[in-house]
């Protein structure tokens, strides 16, 4: 991730951020599903995932919440700070695909200096993750 | 328990919007560094105000701070709801159960937004109030028939004072029985999208035949030698029901093209050129243009069919730019 941080000033609507791919592996699936509390067997089972008609676990709605965000903040830097993350989701994200997120920055509002980033994450099946998210971003120079 | 018609479970459904489904659920680990370091190692996330004391310091945030997505993570009940037995535990657990009695068992997370008042700092103690603000008409979705149902949970500190809150939104859906079996095997990896297949008839399985064995055909009317293409049982010229093909030099120019970024399908690669292509021969073919930058291609642009496997068992004549 960028160890500076984007000033609000350097930003216009528009811009693009860096596309990043994301290995969609058994390890982030499960390992994200469990750090995130969610121990619904969908996330962490195959063979449950399978007695419900999926191919393989699915990624938790919460692991790809933090994707998203980090994937902003990664772009931001560390004095970057997230108001708000709203996402759908669509197509679930299973082990042995590849996201890959992209974003473009949708609005600026000069009287707080947030910037909103609209961000999509796809993979083999179409779109897993569309959203946006609210981050502030350093003022003045 | 017998079915409830379609206007009593209504009935019964709206008794629950507005309800707060049970007392607060209370925080059983403060958010504490250990936490989420798990959870930066296993999403990837580098950023130093999570992990390293001394960079968290010098940042705007003064100090370690939680990753903000992890909000609902420190309320949450974690295994221990999966191991209890003997039904619902709170008005939400209640709802579920009531659609699932009446034919509505598949549940699935379509929408999350948060929003953060302040990030989290080791010692806090976040505890969820969540209420069950509204639940939609019954919606056709691709899923299958279901409600949606949308609940917003209020996070508070060891204070009493506001973190952050989100708004959740499930579908619990009647599963739609799939022709195509389930996923047979327990191991590999699942399978790979692919383009959705020709429909084969009595009118058309020839061409595709042809196009199997590396040729690109047109059908030409063996009464009076009108070529016409897609594949018909008539002449559209002189209505003679009989036929035969000649096999085409694949030459053509580009007749139209539009180039496709959304919706994304699966199998599909993007930006994805599809063009009617005019061949030498005068019959006109919709395709793909491959092998070309969708900013180069020009009406008129002279093209060669290409015929090649878009996956393992699907052969399509796609159309490259000619040479010379």
């Given at each position: 991730?960028?160890?500076e941080?984007?000033?609000?000033k350097d930003?216009?609507v528009g811009?693009?951020?860096p596309?990043v791919?994301?290995?969609?592996?058994?390890?982030?699936?499960?390992g994200?599903a469990i750090?995130?509390?969610?121990f619904?067997?969908?996330?962490?089972d195959k063979?449950?995932?399978?007695?419900?008609?999926l191919?393989d676990?699915i990624m938790?709605?919460?692991?790809?919440n933090?994707?998203?965000?980090?994937?902003?903040?990664?772009?931001a830097g560390?004095?970057?700070?997230?108001?708000?993350i709203?996402?759908k989701?669509?197509a679930p994200n299973?082990p042995?695909?590849?996201?890959?997120?992209?974003?473009?920055i949708?609005?600026?509002?000069?009287?707080d200096g947030?910037?909103e980033v609209d961000?999509v994450g796809?993979?083999?099946?179409?779109?897993?993750v569309?959203g946006t998210?609210?981050?502030a971003?350093?003022?003045?120079? | 328990m017998s079915?409830?018609?379609?206007e009593?479970l209504?009935?019964?459904l709206?008794?629950?919007?507005g309800?707060?489904i049970g007392p607060?659920q209370q925080p059983?680990e403060?958010v504490?560094?250990?936490?989420i370091?798990?959870?930066?190692?296993?999403?990837?996330?580098s950023?130093p105000i999570?992990?390293?004391p001394v960079a968290a310091?010098?940042?705007?945030?003064k100090?370690?701070v939680?990753?903000?997505a992890?909000?609902?993570?420190?309320?949450m009940r974690g295994?221990?709801?999966?191991?209890?037995?003997?039904?619902a535990?709170?008005?939400?657990?209640?709802?579920h159960?009531?659609?699932t009695?009446?034919g509505?068992?598949?549940?699935?997370?379509t929408n999350?937004e948060?929003?953060y008042?302040?990030?989290?700092?080791p010692?806090?103690?976040?505890?969820?109030r969540?209420?069950?603000?509204?639940?939609?008409?019954e919606?056709?979705?691709a899923?299958?028939i279901?409600?949606?149902?949308n609940?917003?949970?209020?996070f508070?500190d060891?204070?009493?004072e506001d973190?952050?809150?989100?708004?959740?939104?499930?579908?619990?859906?009647k599963a739609?029985q799939?022709?195509?079996?389930a996923?047979?095997d327990?191991?590999?990896?699942p399978?790979k999208?692919q383009r959705?297949?020709?429909?084969?008839g009595?009118?058309n399985?020839?061409?595709?035949?042809?196009?199997?064995?590396?040729?690109?055909?047109?059908?030409?009317c063996k009464?009076?030698?009108t070529?016409?293409?897609?594949?018909r049982?008539?002449?559209w010229?002189?209505?003679?029901?009989?036929?035969?093909?000649v096999v085409?030099?694949?030459?053509?120019?580009?007749?139209?093209?539009?180039?496709i970024?959304?919706p994304?399908?699966?199998?599909?690669e993007?930006?994805?050129?599809?063009?009617v292509?005019e061949l030498?021969?005068g019959?006109?073919?919709?395709?793909?243009?491959?092998?070309?930058?969708?900013?180069?291609?020009k009406?008129?642009?002279?093209v060669?069919v290409s015929i090649e496997?878009?996956d393992?068992?699907l052969?399509?004549?796609?159309f490259?730019l000619?040479?010379g």
């Amino acid at each position: 991730m960028s160890t500076e941080t984007i000033k609000f000033k350097d930003v216009s609507v528009g811009g693009k951020l860096p596309e990043v791919a994301i290995e969609l592996t058994p390890a982030l699936i499960i390992g994200g599903a469990i750090a995130s509390r969610d121990f619904n067997p969908v996330h962490h089972d195959k063979a449950h995932a399978q007695s419900q008609g999926l191919q393989d676990v699915i990624m938790n709605i919460l692991t790809t919440n933090g994707l998203v965000g980090r994937y902003v903040t990664d772009w931001a830097g560390p004095d970057s700070i997230v108001k708000n993350i709203a996402i759908k989701l669509g197509a679930p994200n299973m082990p042995g695909d590849t996201m890959k997120m992209k974003g473009t920055i949708k609005s600026k509002n000069d009287s707080d200096g947030t910037v909103e980033v609209d961000v999509v994450g796809a993979n083999a099946w179409g779109h897993h993750v569309t959203g946006t998210v609210k981050v502030a971003l350093p003022t003045g120079e | 328990m017998s079915k409830l018609s379609k206007e009593e479970l209504e009935k019964k459904l709206a008794t629950f919007v507005g309800l707060e489904i049970g007392p607060p659920q209370q925080p059983l680990e403060p958010v504490n560094e250990s936490m989420i370091f798990h959870w930066c190692e296993a999403l990837g996330d580098s950023n130093p105000i999570y992990t390293e004391p001394v960079a968290a310091k010098k940042s705007v945030h003064k100090g370690i701070v939680a990753p903000p997505a992890m909000l609902q993570v420190w309320s949450m009940r974690g295994l221990d709801m999966y191991r209890r037995t003997g039904g619902a535990t709170d008005k939400q657990g209640e709802l579920h159960a009531l659609l699932t009695e009446n034919g509505y068992s598949g549940v699935v997370a379509t929408n999350s937004e948060q929003g953060y008042t302040r990030y989290l700092r080791p010692g806090d103690r976040i505890s969820g109030r969540t209420v069950i603000e509204s639940i939609s008409e019954e919606k056709a979705t691709a899923l299958g028939i279901g409600y949606f149902i949308n609940t917003r949970t209020t996070f508070r500190d060891q204070d009493g004072e506001d973190v952050g809150w989100m708004t959740f939104r499930v579908l619990k859906f009647k599963a739609e029985q799939k022709a195509q079996a389930a996923p047979s095997d327990g191991g590999g990896a699942p399978s790979k999208p692919q383009r959705m297949r020709p429909v084969l008839g009595h009118d058309n399985k020839w061409w595709w035949n042809r196009v199997n064995e590396g040729e690109l055909p047109i059908q030409r009317c063996k009464q009076c030698g009108t070529l016409r293409h897609p594949t018909r049982p008539m002449c559209w010229k002189c209505q003679s029901l009989e036929w035969d093909y000649v096999v085409a030099s694949g030459k053509g120019i580009v007749y139209s093209f539009v180039v496709i970024h959304h919706p994304p399908f699966p199998g599909f690669e993007y930006p994805l050129i599809v063009a009617v292509i005019e061949l030498e021969e005068g019959t006109r073919i919709v395709s793909n243009l491959v092998g070309i930058d969708p900013k180069d291609v020009k009406i008129g642009m002279p093209v060669k069919v290409s015929i090649e496997n878009v996956d393992e068992t699907l052969k399509l004549p796609l159309f490259r730019l000619a040479k010379g």
